[in-house]
């Protein structure tokens, strides 16, 4: 698959994640086999108006070979001047968010919101490609809701406008991500536009990855919950894929191992007690289903050190032996 000139070796891509998908775990999903990873949605107003946190979301990891820089807002002078701006952290590619169904966000005019008016998302997408030379993505919804299913018109109005591929998640904004996502408007989506289309929604292991791919047509895969406690998603993915081989689940052991890589990394980026207040949420995913796992909830949930979680980690080893 190639996005213009940048060509992807596997097709298993990270999704954008607020609050989840920072330079730490993007960096452990590209080691794992992501072949595209995009930072956490940055503000256009923030970002020129100069705010450091804006600024912090996008900087990218040694291990992100091809990353791009997601930004959101409902100003095309603004997000111009924002994907400019990013360029100073090299993303190979500039992403507009027009799928956040976040109140937030969508209250404010930008994410979803933008799917109730294809004609300003145009605008967006033309005033970003003219401003900066590197591609330009975006990633849209079903539509706002069931009434107003519109991701044909607006994907087709975001090619004309200068977009190299569009990510579509198979659910509107009032669903949110509740039920199932429609691999339907996705194959409509596909059959509708000439430029790449990432199917997401649903995409939790080899098996639904290959499913979007047959009932859609879509050029790759994006991987938002799935991968939540679960980086080796995108090896098993790109093994079953390209090889028609099944990459067993990791051991309880090598679960633990990753989880605790992982947060070492959180600790190296943001400090110790940012990193364990995040590691309470990313623990709880890489313990599910294990035994005992419910019992040393409350434990990971009060967690402050990140001794007590090689404490812990100890303990789920054994139980789980």
């Not at 080691?31 to 256009?44: D, H, K, L, P």
Request: net charge neutral.
């Amino acid at each position: 698959m190639k996005i213009n000139n940048i060509e992807f070796k596997n097709i298993a891509f990270l999704a954008p994640m607020a609050g989840i998908a920072d330079k730490a775990f993007r960096n452990l999903c590209s080691r794992f086999g992501a072949a595209y990873t995009v930072t956490e949605m940055v503000s256009s107003k923030g970002l020129v108006m100069g705010d450091k946190k804006s600024a912090m979301l996008l900087s990218l990891g040694e291990d992100e070979k091809i990353a791009g820089a997601q930004i959101f807002g409902d100003d095309p002078e603004t997000m111009a001047a924002a994907a400019v701006k990013c360029l100073q952290f090299n993303p190979k590619i500039i992403d507009i968010n027009m799928g956040c169904p976040a109140p937030k966000v969508a209250s404010n005019g930008g994410g979803a919101a933008l799917m109730k008016n294809p004609a300003l998302a145009g605008e967006i997408v033309k005033a970003v490609s003219e401003a900066v030379n590197i591609p330009i993505t975006a990633k849209i919804r079903k539509g706002w809701d069931e009434n107003s299913v519109n991701a044909v018109e607006t994907a087709r109005m975001l090619e004309k406008n200068g977009a190299s591929a569009i990510a579509i998640h198979g659910r509107t904004k009032k669903e949110m991500y509740s039920g199932r996502a429609d691999l339907d408007i996705i194959r409509q989506v596909k059959a509708a536009i000439d430029i790449p289309v990432i199917g997401n929604g649903d995409v939790v292991d080899a098996q639904s990855a290959a499913l979007m791919l047959e009932k859609t047509g879509c050029d790759a895969v994006m991987i938002g919950r799935g991968a939540l406690g679960n980086p080796w998603v995108f090896q098993q993915i790109n093994a079953y894929i390209n090889d028609c081989v099944i990459v067993p689940p990791p051991s309880v052991e090598e679960k633990m191992t990753v989880m605790l890589s992982h947060i070492r990394k959180i600790i190296e980026y943001k400090g110790e007690y940012t990193a364990m207040r995040e590691a309470r949420h990313h623990a709880g995913y890489y313990t599910k289903g294990m035994r005992g796992s419910a019992a040393f909830r409350a434990e990971i949930g009060a967690l402050e050190t990140f001794e007590q979680l090689e404490e812990i980690t100890v303990r789920i080893i054994k139980e789980n032996m």
